[in-house]
């Protein structure tokens, strides 16, 4: 499937040059990279007075936290390998859903370290939004 046309009133099709210096550029750039959009775009909502957002990656690098995401992962991968053998054909048995059961006892535990660490969240999904386009 290609990609969708835009409707008339959308397409860009006027263009304008405009030269600056390394000075005034570099600082565009800047400014454009902390806001999350590509050059064009920030000049072309500076140029219509429109409102820039300005988007913040936040990121903790606690060790507890590192921890916790790292014994995520293990035990995500535990959990995935258990599904790869049941996909596969794989007979049930009594030890594994004892497995089974061990690591979702083992996720919830960390849940509430993590909970513990960082209170519980509310909010967004996302920690952080990718830059716009």
């Known amino acids: ?15 304008v ?5 390394d000075a005034e550029y570099a600082s565009i750039s800047i400014s454009a990279e902390q806001a ?5 775009v920030y000049v072309r909502k ?12 936040i990121t ?5 936290l590192q921890k916790l995401i790292a014994e995520y992962s ?7 390998q258990i599904a790869q ?8 048995s009594k030890s594994m859903q004892d497995e089974i059961n061990r690591h979702l006892t083992a996720l919830w535990q960390l849940r509430q370290e993590a909970i513990k ?7 967004r999904v996302k920690t952080h939004r990718n830059k716009k386009r």
């Open 1 to 15: 499937m290609g990609r969708r046309k835009k409707c008339e009133q959308i397409k860009r099709t006027n263009n």
């Open 17 to 21: 040059m405009v030269r600056f210096t």
């Open 36 to 40: 999350g959009y590509p050059v064009a």
């Open 46 to 57: 500076s140029a219509l007075d429109e409102r820039i957002e300005v988007h913040y990656n």
């Open 60 to 64: 903790a690098e606690l060790p507890e």
């Open 74 to 80: 293990a035990i995500g991968n535990n959990l995935n």
């Open 85 to 92: 053998y049941f996909h596969s054909g794989g007979f049930y």
């Open 117 to 123: 660490l960082g209170g519980t969240y509310h909010g």
